[in-house]
């Protein structure tokens, strides 16, 4: 069974940056799939904020566009997320999936953008 443990989170103060991780176990398939990263607000649903393919085609939602960038180390089956200039509006759960999301979820990491 496919396990996904996301790590990294914390408190940022505005403009800020944090590096999310992603590691993926039970898979034997990573590198072929196309991986994303959802975010959930507090009251809001799970939205889908970046995706990469296997052959590393990004794609963004407009939200972050510019600020964020997805990447992944197929070695180490583990996908990242960098963020920078981060808003109070980033304020979220993060999460990694499939695009389809057809993985169990993962506990998410928690990312705080506060002064």
């Known amino acids: 069974q496919v396990r996904v443990v996301e790590s990294g989170g914390g408190l940022v103060q505005p403009g800020g940056s944090l590096r999310l991780s992603c590691v993926v176990s039970?898979?034997?398939?990573?590198?072929?799939?196309?991986m994303a990263w959802y975010r959930q607000a507090p009251g809001q649903q799970r939205e889908l904020v970046a995706e990469?393919?296997?052959?590393?085609?990004?794609k963004y939602a407009d939200s972050v566009k510019g600020r964020f960038t997805i990447s992944r180390a197929n070695a180490d089956k583990t996908v990242y997320l960098e963020m920078h200039s981060l808003k109070p509006d980033d304020t979220a759960v993060y999460y990694c999936?499939?695009?389809?999301?057809?993985?169990?979820w993962g506990p998410g990491t928690q990312v705080t953008v506060s002064s």
């Open positions: 999936n499939l695009p389809t999301a057809r993985w169990d």
């Open positions: 990469i393919t296997r052959d590393t085609t990004t």
């Open positions: 039970g898979s034997a398939f990573f590198g072929i799939y196309t």
